[in-house]
């Protein structure tokens, strides 16, 4: 691609990764920025909110924002996940159109009403070329970037990096000049204290089943900096029953969640962590406005 940008110039500009849940929008995320910001999950619907990330080179500052999976549901949450995706779709110089390798030109069309709304250049990129037999990728391009008028195509691997840097030269290209948004050190503008809830909610994706995933808010209650980190956090379900299931016989489950979110909280801040979880019921909180602002989501 050519660009006719002076060889001192800055270039910046804002990035939205959208696309049908699970395709690896936050895992392609982090892999850029080489270090995990979002949660990820093998379930879909795993990202609730828009979710910044900062590219740094000493010539270019590009800010990634990963959002929600588009999918269709009149649920309050899921209305939600998906009203901020869209909203943050709207606000990029570029969208990044993530696919994954089992797309169809039928089934990646469904997006299209989506790509509508927003007025900016469109990127498609197939994601997981890591489980495409050779000679596939190009074909598959092909077929995919027949449903848009995307300004350009590409496969990448986000978990083994292929494809990576020749899309972040692309997107560079494509950027106007502009200015450092962001100071230079900075890679979100997220506190430690979301991303410490993330990472329990995480956690509660992964190791339960079910609806059990769908059904969970976490709330941090009370977070408290220093060495160790002390953070007092509630995991909200919809029904006792559910609440059951996130405790576990004996405790058990409630454990490996604390566990696992402590060991990559730590990661996180650099100290020692000591993580209190408690479960609680808040009926329907995923159906009621009211409920999901007061859970964070507004
Ligand atoms: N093989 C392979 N798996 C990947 C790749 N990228 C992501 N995954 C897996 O795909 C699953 C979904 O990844 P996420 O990053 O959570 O997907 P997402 O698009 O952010 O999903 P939502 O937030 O639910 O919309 C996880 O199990 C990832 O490990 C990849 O390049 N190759
Ligand atoms: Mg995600």
Not at 1 to 28: C, L, R, W, Y
Not at 29 to 50: E, F, Y
Not at 147 to 165: K, N, Q
Not at 205 to 230: H, M
Request: hydrophobic share 40%; with cysteine.
């Amino acid at each position: 691609m050519t660009s006719n940008k002076k060889s001192d110039s800055f270039t910046s500009g804002f990035v939205t990764i959208a696309g049908k849940p699970n395709v690896g929008k936050s895992t392609f995320l982090n892999c850029v920025l080489g270090t995990k910001i979002s949660i990820t999950a093998s379930k879909p619907q795993t990202t609730r909110d828009r979710i910044l990330g900062i590219w740094g080179a000493p010539d270019a500052q590009i800010i990634f924002l990963d959002t929600p999976g588009l999918h269709a549901s009149d649920k309050a949450l899921n209305q939600y996940m998906i009203d901020k995706a869209l909203s943050t779709m709207a606000d990029a110089d570029i969208v990044l159109v993530m696919a994954e390798p089992h797309d169809t030109a039928a089934t990646l069309s469904t997006l299209t009403p989506y790509l509508d709304k927003s007025h900016n250049e469109k990127i498609l990129v197939v994601n997981k070329t890591d489980l495409m037999p050779q000679g596939a990728v190009a074909p598959k391009l092909e077929e995919l970037s027949a449903i848009y008028d995307f300004r350009y195509a590409c496969g990448v691997s986000s978990l083994t990096g292929v494809g990576i840097e020749v899309l972040m030269d692309t997107l560079k290209a494509m950027l106007p000049e502009g200015p450092r948004y962001f100071p230079e050190d900075m890679i979100t503008d997220l506190s430690v204290r979301f991303l410490s809830q993330e990472l329990v909610r995480e956690k509660v994706f992964e190791l339960t089943r079910k609806e059990i995933p769908y059904a969970s808010a976490v709330e941090i209650e009370e977070f408290r900096e220093g060495d160790p980190t002390y953070i007092r956090a509630v995991i909200h379900v919809e029904r006792p029953s559910q609440k059951g299931i996130v405790i576990g016989a004996g405790g058990s489950m409630l454990k490996t969640i604390g566990k696992e979110a402590r060991l990559d909280i730590q990661r996180l801040t650099g100290t020692k962590v000591f993580l209190e979880l408690f479960v609680r019921v808040t009926k329907d909180w995923t159906k009621k406005p009211k409920t999901l602002r007061d859970l964070g989501y507004k």
